[in-house]
């Protein structure tokens, strides 16, 4: 069974700095799909980014940018200019096929003014 | 807001008793996903439903159930519950089951069995 594991169980950052949140995976398939999922205190799953495993260029959305090595099977989240409002729970998670989500166990995520 | 509707927001109950939660998928979305989220068991996935059909399971309790319903709208339902259900539920939706998709997520259902 695939498993995704996210080291880093708490990291802080300061306002406006880059943080890098790391996510590691296990799997034997060619294709497949990787995301990251942000968690607020209001508990809402919102999803920040999407990546094709297929795809060698590495996803962005804004300020949030991913950094995919397929073959060490990594998949980390780099958030730049970082905000008051990025503080929550970041999930790695794969998508295996028919749309199940295997999720690692998050990362806190505290941002100091 | 994603466009899929969970009620209730909280749950309250006791040992032994049985809930079910609802789960009302974005307009247009065939596909919908049960998922838990436990302190001690993280966020796991439980079981879909493809237009009325099962189409996998996860993890889920014999003691658990669900069903899609013909205007899609889900439920899943919880018996002889035990101090170690309590977690927070949430379920999620998608237009087929295409491995591309996206999944949007509901605001969940915070169960609490006393």
């Known amino acids: 069974a695939q498993t995704v594991t996210q080291s880093q169980p708490e990291m802080s950052v300061q306002e406006a700095e880059t943080v890098t949140l790391s996510c590691t995976y296990d799997t034997s398939e060619s294709d497949y799909y990787l995301f990251w999922y942000k968690q607020p205190p209001s508990r809402q799953m919102i999803l920040v980014i999407r990546q094709e495993a297929y795809k060698q260029q590495n996803a962005t959305e804004n300020r949030f940018s991913v950094n995919f090595q397929k073959a060490a099977k990594s998949f980390s989240l780099k958030i730049s200019d970082s905000q008051l409002g990025d503080a929550a729970m970041y999930f790695c998670?794969?998508?295996?096929?028919?749309?199940?989500?295997?999720f690692g166990a998050g990362t806190i995520l505290r941002v100091k003014s | 807001d994603s466009g899929v509707t969970q009620t209730p927001k909280h749950l309250i109950t006791a040992t032994g008793q049985r809930v079910t939660l609802r789960c009302s998928p974005r307009?247009?979305?065939?596909?919908v996903y049960w998922y838990q989220q436990s302190l001690d068991q993280g966020l796991q996935f439980l079981i879909q439903?493809?237009?009325?059909?099962?189409?996998a399971k996860g993890n889920i309790l014999e003691r658990f159930s669900a069903q899609q319903f013909p205007d899609l709208h889900s439920e899943l339902n919880l018996s002889s519950l035990e101090l170690g259900d309590s977690a927070l539920y949430f379920c999620?939706?998608?237009?087929?089951?295409?491995?591309?998709?996206?999944?949007?997520f509901g605001s969940g259902t915070q169960l609490s069995v006393l």
């Open positions: 999620a939706s998608s237009a087929t089951t295409a491995t591309n998709e996206k999944l949007f």
């Open positions: 998670a794969y998508m295996e096929y028919g749309n199940k989500l295997v």
């Open positions: 439903y493809y237009n009325g059909e099962e189409r």
């Open positions: 307009s247009g979305d065939l596909s």
